[in-house]
Every structure is written in structure tokens, then in C-alpha cells.
């Protein structure tokens, strides 16, 4: 969208004072914002009241090293391969292997293992009501080598315990501030029109 304005001779001339023709952007290191960026970031009073000069800055996507561009927008799979941006992108993409060759791995997934048998199985479930208490899902999924998912999966407490343990949490809810009650509900509310069509 072009927006169109009228202007006098006189001012354009003292524009023309103003402006910088060196090429130049200057670089804003971080986000604009009075707040933490990290904690604050959807804050939005903090990029009011930052005090920053006006005019224009080279502020890259904090999510990108050399902010939007066609490796982002448009990945290199989907051009033709005369199209002369493949050159454009290896350039801006040539660092990115060394990036993330030493970036720290952030979760690594663990291997899955089919190693417990069908008397395996059976060993859980007469363990689980022989004593629930001490034979926990952690407890179970250390002994066995597995995760407290396919414990639960696999085998389920005594009717008793899980009466137990509905009174505990009852007697939790019922300590909870009014505001807290009324948040949960809320939330309750929220997941059940998630699914509806």
C-alpha cells in the first residue's frame, strides 16, 4: 500500500537535510525494550518507552542470524534449479552448519527398547495392586527399565487407592484461593472447546 502525501517545495529542501545517504543502517543490538527482552518480551510498554533516536534500524529476527531472507521464506528445495537465487542462499547459509555443529543439543531422544515380556507385564500389574504405595509408577519404571507412561498403560492401582488419592486432591481443591478456583475452571472450560467441531 502507497500512501500519498503533498508537500511544499521548502520542506522537502529541509528534508533533505535529515537525511543520511551514507548507506549506512545502524545496528540495534537487542531488542528496543526498558524490560528484560528474554522475560518481558510481550511487554509492550517496554518498546514504548524505550528511548531510542527516531529513524531507521537494521534489526534482524532475534529467531534468525541474518534475519528474513529467501533460505527462510523460500526454502532452496522449491527453486528451480536455474533460478539464480541458489547462489544468494548458499552465501547467506554457509554459516549455519558451523553453527549448529557447535550449538549444545538441547534434548536428546532416547532409544526405544522392546525388552520387557508379556511375563514382565503380568509381574507389573501384581505388583502394582499388590502394594501401590511402594510399587509406584517411578518406582516400577526404575525396576523395569521403562518409562511411568507405559506403566500406567499397562496396569492400573486398586479401586482403593484411586479413591485415596480423588480425596487428597479434593482436599487440595478445597484449599485453593477463590481466584485460583475460578482460573482452573476457566481452563477447564478453555480444553473442553478445543475439541469441539
Known amino acids: 500500500m502507497v500512501r500519498l502525501f503533498s508537500t511544499s517545495a521548502r520542506a522537502a529542501k529541509d528534508l533533505s537535510k535529515i537525511i543520511d545517504k551514507s548507506g549506512k543502517l545502524p545496528k540495534i543490538v537487542g531488542p528496543a525494550t526498558i524490560?528484560?527482552?528474554?522475560?518481558?518480551?510481550?511487554?509492550?510498554?517496554?518498546?514504548?518507552?524505550?528511548?531510542?533516536?527516531?529513524?531507521l534500524y537494521y534489526d534482524p529476527?532475534?529467531?534468525?542470524?541474518?534475519?528474513?531472507?529467501?533460505?527462510?521464506?523460500?526454502?532452496?528445495?522449491?527453486?528451480?534449479?536455474?533460478?539464480?537465487r541458489h547462489d544468494i542462499i548458499d552465501d547467506l547459509t554457509q554459516g549455519n552448519a558451523e553453527i549448529s555443529r557447535v550449538a549444545p543439543v538441547l534434548h536428546e531422544k532416547g532409544e526405544k527398547t522392546y525388552h520387557l515380556k508379556p511375563e514382565d507385564i503380568a509381574e507389573i500389574r501384581r505388583l502394582r495392586l499388590e502394594d501401590p504405595v511402594k510399587n509406584?509408577?517411578?518406582?516400577?519404571?526404575?525396576?523395569?527399565?521403562?518409562?511411568?507412561?507405559?506403566?500406567?498403560?499397562?496396569?492400573?492401582?486398586?479401586?482403593?487407592r484411586k479413591t485415596e488419592m480423588n480425596q487428597v486432591l479434593e482436599t487440595i481443591k478445597s484449599q485453593w484461593h477463590p481466584k485460583r478456583a475460578l482460573a482452573r475452571a476457566e481452563r477447564k472450560k478453555r480444553k473442553e472447546l478445543w475439541y469441539r467441531a
Open 35 to 55: 524490560y528484560n527482552p528474554k522475560s518481558s518480551a510481550s511487554n509492550y510498554k517496554g518498546y514504548l518507552k524505550a528511548k531510542i533516536p527516531a529513524g
Open 136 to 160: 509406584s509408577r517411578k518406582a516400577l519404571a526404575k525396576k523395569f527399565n521403562c518409562s511411568p507412561l507405559f506403566i500406567s498403560i499397562v496396569s492400573e492401582p486398586p479401586k482403593e
Open 61 to 84: 529476527a532475534p529467531s534468525s542470524i541474518h534475519g528474513s531472507t529467501n533460505s527462510e521464506t523460500i526454502p532452496k528445495s522449491f527453486l528451480p534449479a536455474t533460478d539464480p
